[in-house]
């Protein structure tokens, strides 16, 4: 954005402010670096900004006067600081000094059809706009009516938020986000973490990829956001959404983005939607276990033949034992239903501001019309134990969950058919009986014999006989007595500052840019760090776009062979590189040892003791400069070195045997296990499977 263009708002700034952490943040730099801004620019021709009298608290700074010294110095990383400042001053939420959001909300929507800028309008016409809109007022009339005579100063901010965050829709994800440090109890109780809405909206796009998604709680609209932004969503999809003054700020965040939004009135839903549903949904207090019910039962009556449904509520109301018997003749009556195809207990941890909360997942559709009532059955799966990684569950867990809940809703022969990693076979005539846990009633299902047509048998011959063929490669260390001697060792850090070793830090790279490795691909430079270093994941698992690191990073420097590679976090640990062309990642780091010149005599360091000697290391030993490490003598630095080598290659060999007798044994039991495999006894009764 041209600084110029911020002038006019210059007047809205004026009335924010922004805390340390707050410039920080939105300069794109470290917190400590502002500081430094303060202290390095206290006097001069352009001084930082002076704090403004406030309450009392952490010094806080007139966002005007930032945005101006910030555009006269060129400091910072972002060169839309002026417009990003209007986003993070809004999202200011101190007493006394609450923001307008809704109306902000409001006038969002109205940027995401208006064809200029609202601050190019009057007063007038932008009423007029939020009419044409939405002229019931069912979202937002009122909203824009209600700022009155700061619908000027309003509308210019809400231009540059949507600059800012390049489109309305961004903007208003970036005011919602912030809901927590604003301390908006109203959108943050019963919220999902990112992790439990990324889930939700996964399992939406494989069982129900449908254009309309209707929702009878959408809460702020947390769910239908993740649902509809899911990237094979269509480009305009439509959301379905109560009427009502609670149904307001869903209405709004939604259509900020050009979505589609209906009102879905009782017994109303379309042929074509899907369900989902947050049981309490934002914004609600304590459910009990018998209304969290009493609503899912609302949603189970809404679907009609073919609809399907994905609920997301309290564990202890949908899977686990019931608390008292109303609970638990409210949960059989919906499972006589016949439509709960699949229940998925989640992890603890998904609800924020309730962190030992455990929640459930429910997928809804229809009875499976080819099986008698008395033999239908429901597939539970127990995924308690799965952490999130960030904002999503490991991406294999999620697929093969995936894979499992699709199962679920297939046929009766193509359910018995299936693999399932997780689901479990729960006979509901069993779990009526019984009642309890839905978890502890599930059983594994009896799988449906499948020939492989002897290619486990024909594996496992490979496997062997290439253990038979394959010889390590030969170790010969020719070695001798010798004379004792001192040991010659010196500090890593003098040995950095006497050029001997060459200290690397290591890459900032942005977790997105970490991809999984497929083997040899010519397009991916392999990626190191503290997992690979600490043995916590395999070398060659991670890796980065080649060309988005040269674009992204230009100065970025690969390892070259011989390099050792290192790490204090969570204890010291280091490697050798020996192949090099590798990109290390921060907090990981690399030091390379300065070959030896012709006239070197003495004593040398050689990478693969620098390497052991750190992993030896406490695991306190943080201050790397300390650390003691050996030097061997000159004469004998080079066969030292060619004898390592062959030690790692051995090393490497025996690995690979190691993982092909692992394969072995893997491929022996599962095949014996499933009967496609039969070892000849020794007697020699069976003959061998062909």
Known sequence: MDPTSTRPARSVLDDLTLSLPDIALTAGVQRPVVSMWRTRHAGGPSPFPPPVADDAGPPRFRASDVVAWVERTGLGKNPHFAADVAVRGVLDARPGRDRPTDGLLALLCLRAYASTALADLSPDDVLDLADELDPDDEFLYREVEALASTLPAACTLADLMASAAYSPGRAAEAVLADRYRAGRVDLTRSALAPAALDLVARVVAAVAPADVVASPAPGCGDLLH?????????????????????????????????????????????????????????????VSDEE?????????????????????????ALVEAASSPTVESARSALL??????????????????????????WVLGDAHPDVAIEDRWTMVADLSDVRPHGAELDRAVLDDLLTDVVASLDSADAVRAHSFRFARFARLPQVLARGGSLVESARDLVQV????????????????????????????????????????????????????????????LDPSMVVAAPERDPALT????????????????????????VTEHADARLTEPGDVVVTTTPRPAAAVDRDGFSAVVYPAWVLRVRPPDDGDVGHRLLPDVLAREIAAQPPDAKRWRSWRVRLLPADQAAPVEQALDAVADRARAARRELARLEELAATLVDGVASGVIRIVGSGGQDEATE
Do not use: K, N
């Not at 969290?292 to 202890?316: F, K, M, N, T």
């Not at 992890?347 to 909360?357: A, C, E, M, N, T």
């Open 449 to 508: 014999p499948r020939d492989d047509g002897g290619a486990g048998a024909v594996r496992v011959r490979e496997l062997a006989e290439r253990l038979e063929v394959e010889a390590r490669p030969a170790l010969d260390v020719p070695v001798r007595r010798g004379a004792a001697a001192p040991v010659r060792d010196a500090m890593l850090g003098a040995l950095v500052d006497e050029g001997r070793v060459r200290r690397l830090p290591g890459l900032r």
């Open 336 to 361: 006589r239903t016949h439509r709960l195809r699949t229940a998925v207990l989640l992890p603890p941890g998904l609800v924020p501001d309730r962190s030992r909360q455990r929640l459930a997942l």
């Open 526 to 549: 392999r990626v190191l760090g503290p997992e690979e270093l600490t043995g916590d994941a395999a070398w060659g698992l991670r890796a980065v776009d080649r060309l988005r690191l």
């Open 226 to 286: 993740a649902v509809l932004a899911m990237p094979d969503a269509v480009d305009v999809p439509t959301a379905m959404v109560p009427p009502g003054d609670a149904r307001r700020l869903a209405r709004r965040r939604l259509v900020a983005h050009g979505w589609d939004v209906r009102t879905l009135d009782d017994g109303d839903l379309p042929t074509e939607a899907v369900v989902v549903c947050q049981v309490p949904e934002v914004g609600d207090g304590d």
């Open 292 to 316: 969290a019910l009493a609503r899912v039962d609302e949603v189970v009556l809404s679907l009609g033949p073919g609809q399907r449904a994905v609920v997301i509520g309290p564990a202890s």
